[in-house]
């Protein structure tokens, strides 16, 4: 890691922690996450009753959702809107709105 990196990561507050390559596991939050997202691609196909070749678009909606609630590192905001300053249309009525309008 160059000189040059550790002198911003220093400046800008940011704790530069070190994992082995390749497991997540060290990484608690990304896992918490991880666990979370497939229970919600799990409960998603189980409510729509739709097959696992559906699990992707699950997944990418999963993300979708989460990616525009509100959340505590946020205050409060979405992640999206933090990211973008503008509102985002959550007008969806169904969970799985984007995988059954695809499935018609």
Not at 26 to 55: C, I, Y
Not at 70 to 79: F, L, R, S
Request: hydrophobic share 30%.
């Amino acid at each position: 890691m160059s000189t040059e990196f550790q002198t911003y990561l220093k400046k800008e507050g940011i704790r530069h922690e070190l994992t082995v390559p390749k497991t997540p596991e060290q990484n608690s939050v990304a896992e918490r996450m991880n666990r979370t997202l497939v229970k919600g691609v799990r409960a998603m196909l189980a409510d729509a009753r739709l097959p696992h070749r559906f699990w992707a678009e699950a997944l990418s909606t999963a993300v979708y959702r989460r990616n525009r609630s509100p959340a505590m590192a946020v205050k409060g905001i979405t992640p999206s809107l933090d990211r973008r300053e503008t509102k985002c249309e959550t007008s969806e009525s169904s969970p799985m709105y984007n995988i059954c309008s695809c499935n018609k």
